[in-house]
């Protein structure tokens, strides 16, 4: 006799070892499972997605508000109402915090109301993200130039040169940049750093650029590169042979070189131009000074030099006794030691000079340079004059150069 099988979880009958009550209640119960899963993930896309599109207007939202306010800032900004500005472009930043454009109008109008740590804050923060941001940099380095910190600023200004730019006037933004920054070397007397700035800058000014020649010709002048100074001016008139000022700069490069006959020749030709800056007009006057005194002047006769050269003594001896005698201009108390040695030098010097009919060229260098020594002591000790006295200067200071 057969032997009943009993599940042990209902008490049915077994069939074929398994449970027809079991196996029906368990596939119930898994499509069960399977329908509240479909239907949970279908109730959690649906969530997903009322929630994405509510942030999305949220956004959007707060993007048109951010865009009304930077607005409102901007014309602020043009009335000159610095407060109200500020607000707005608070308020645009804390609508579209993601909004670069927002942040760096804020750092900027900060800074024009002189709020310079809380402006440098902004664009620090927003270098962090962003470290090869020129224009970033570019605030960073004129808030440092700003505050004098020479190492911060010029580090800031060459991040900017060399970060990145946007827009098409890629090239145009750097070079402006540059532009500046030579500028503020040049302002801090920073002639080294400016010159090597400036050799680059050369490089990428256009050639049949006038204006671009001559800014460049006169920071070469400033940085003490005259040479170059000159070289660029030539190049300006290349382009403009009447120009004035072109002329004037030409002419100041020429005299700083020691080359009065051609400054001369330049500062004539700008004056007769209309160019009359007093400045321009005494170096003309100086230059006649000097080829007028100059002893060494090229095509002159042997009888004009010996007369410039008991000229230029005699006026160097003379100036030299009044400042012993304390009558010259500011004068500084008791004369220095050297003063009187000169004299004793000049007084031996003087008969050697009126006795000999003819002056070689030895006895002029020898007088040229005592004239040049006696001028530079009584300069120290009674300080600066104009006139003969600085023409006979630079004359002495030209050929002690140029025999060393």
Same mark, same amino acid.
Not at 64 to 72: E, L, M, N, P
Not at 126 to 137: K, S, V
Not at 151 to 165: F, H, I, K, S, T
Not at 218 to 225: A, E
């Given at each position: 006799?057969?032997?009943?099988?009993?599940?042990?979880?209902?008490?049915?009958?077994?069939?074929?070892?398994?449970?027809?009550?079991?196996?029906?209640?368990?596939?119930?119960?898994?499509?069960?499972?399977?329908?509240?899963?479909?239907?949970?993930?279908?109730?959690?896309?649906?969530?997903?997605?009322?929630?994405?599109?509510?942030?999305?207007?949220?956004?959007?939202?707060?993007t048109r508000v951010g865009a009304t306010w930077f607005r409102a800032g901007q014309q602020q900004l043009q009335a000159g109402d610095l407060?109200?500005?500020?607000?707005?472009?608070?308020?645009?930043?804390?609508?579209?915090?993601?909004?670069?454009?927002?942040?760096?109008?804020?750092?900027?109008?900060?800074?024009?109301?002189?709020?310079?740590?809380?402006?440098?804050?902004?664009?620090?923060?927003?270098?962090?993200?962003?470290?090869?941001?020129?224009?970033?940099?570019?605030?960073?380095?004129?808030?440092?130039?700003?505050?004098?910190?020479?190492?911060?600023?010029?580090?800031?200004?060459?991040?900017?040169?060399?970060?990145?730019?946007?827009?098409?006037?890629?090239?145009?933004?750097?070079?402006?940049?540059?532009?500046?920054?030579?500028?503020?070397?040049?302002?801090?007397?920073?002639?080294?750093?400016?010159?090597?700035?400036?050799?680059?800058?050369?490089?990428?000014?256009?050639?049949?650029?006038?204006?671009?020649?001559?800014?460049?010709?006169?920071?070469?002048l400033q940085s003490g590169d005259p040479t170059r100074a000159l070289a660029h001016y030539k190049r300006a008139l290349d382009l403009e042979?009447?120009?004035?000022?072109? +002329?004037? !700069? @030409? =002419?100041?490069?020429?005299?700083?070189?020691?080359?009065? #006959? *051609?400054? $001369?020749?330049?500062? %004539? /030709?700008?004056?007769?131009?209309?160019?009359?800056?007093?400045?321009?007009?005494?170096?003309?006057?100086?230059?006649?000074?000097?080829?007028?005194?100059?002893?060494?002047?090229?095509?002159?006769?042997?009888?004009?030099?010996?007369?410039?050269?008991?000229?230029?003594?005699?006026?160097?001896?003379?100036?030299?006794?009044?400042? +012993?005698? !304390? @009558? =010259?201009?500011?004068?500084?108390?008791?004369?220095?030691? #050297? *003063?009187? $040695?000169?004299?004793? %030098? /000049?007084?031996?010097?003087?008969?050697?000079?009126?006795?000999?009919?003819?002056?070689?060229?030895?006895?002029?260098?020898?007088?040229?340079?005592?004239?040049?020594?006696?001028?530079?002591?009584?300069?120290?000790?009674?300080?600066?004059?104009?006139?003969?006295?600085?023409?006979?200067?630079?004359?002495?200071?030209?050929?002690?150069?140029?025999?060393?």
């Amino acid at each position: 006799m057969a032997t009943l099988e009993i599940c042990p979880k209902c008490g049915g009958r077994l069939s074929a070892g398994l449970c027809p009550n079991c196996t029906e209640y368990e596939s119930r119960t898994a499509h069960r499972d399977v329908l509240l899963l479909v239907l949970t993930s279908m109730l959690a896309v649906g969530i997903f997605l009322f929630t994405r599109a509510m942030a999305g207007k949220e956004r959007e939202l707060d993007t048109r508000v951010g865009a009304t306010w930077f607005r409102a800032g901007q014309q602020q900004l043009q009335a000159g109402d610095l407060e109200r500005t500020i607000a707005s472009f608070r308020k645009a930043t804390a609508s579209d915090r993601e909004n670069r454009t927002y942040s760096l109008a804020l750092a900027n109008a900060l800074a024009l109301a002189g709020d310079d740590p809380e402006a440098r804050q902004i664009l620090l923060n927003l270098r962090e993200a962003t470290p090869e941001d020129a224009e970033i940099n570019l605030q960073l380095a004129r808030l440092a130039a700003k505050r004098g910190d020479m190492e911060e600023a010029v580090r800031y200004y060459r991040n900017a040169l060399y970060g990145l730019w946007t827009g098409t006037r890629i090239d145009e933004q750097r070079r402006n940049v540059r532009l500046e920054l030579i500028q503020f070397l040049l302002d801090r007397n920073q002639r080294n750093q400016a010159l090597s700035e400036l050799l680059i800058l050369t490089t990428e000014i256009p050639a049949d650029d006038t204006v671009a020649q001559m800014q460049v010709a006169q920071w070469f002048l400033q940085s003490g590169d005259p040479t170059r100074a000159l070289a660029h001016y030539k190049r300006a008139l290349d382009l403009e042979r009447n120009n004035p000022a072109a +002329l004037a !700069g @030409a =002419g100041e490069a020429a005299f700083q070189l020691g080359n009065y #006959a *051609l400054s $001369e020749r330049y500062f %004539e /030709a700008a004056a007769a131009r209309g160019f009359n800056q007093d400045s321009t007009l005494q170096l003309l006057t100086l230059a006649k000074t000097i080829l007028s005194h100059d002893p060494l002047t090229p095509q002159v006769s042997q009888e004009e030099r010996r007369r410039r050269m008991l000229g230029d003594f005699d006026h160097a001896l003379e100036r030299l006794q009044s400042c +012993l005698l !304390g @009558a =010259g201009p500011n004068p500084k108390g008791n004369p220095d030691s #050297a *003063l009187n $040695e000169l004299k004793v %030098e /000049a007084l031996a010097m003087r008969p050697k000079l009126q006795r000999d009919a003819r002056v070689d060229s030895e006895q002029l260098r020898a007088g040229l340079e005592l004239i040049f020594r006696i001028e530079e002591v009584t300069r120290k000790n009674c300080g600066e004059t104009g006139g003969l006295d600085q023409a006979l200067l630079l004359i002495g200071r030209k050929h002690t150069e140029a025999s060393r």
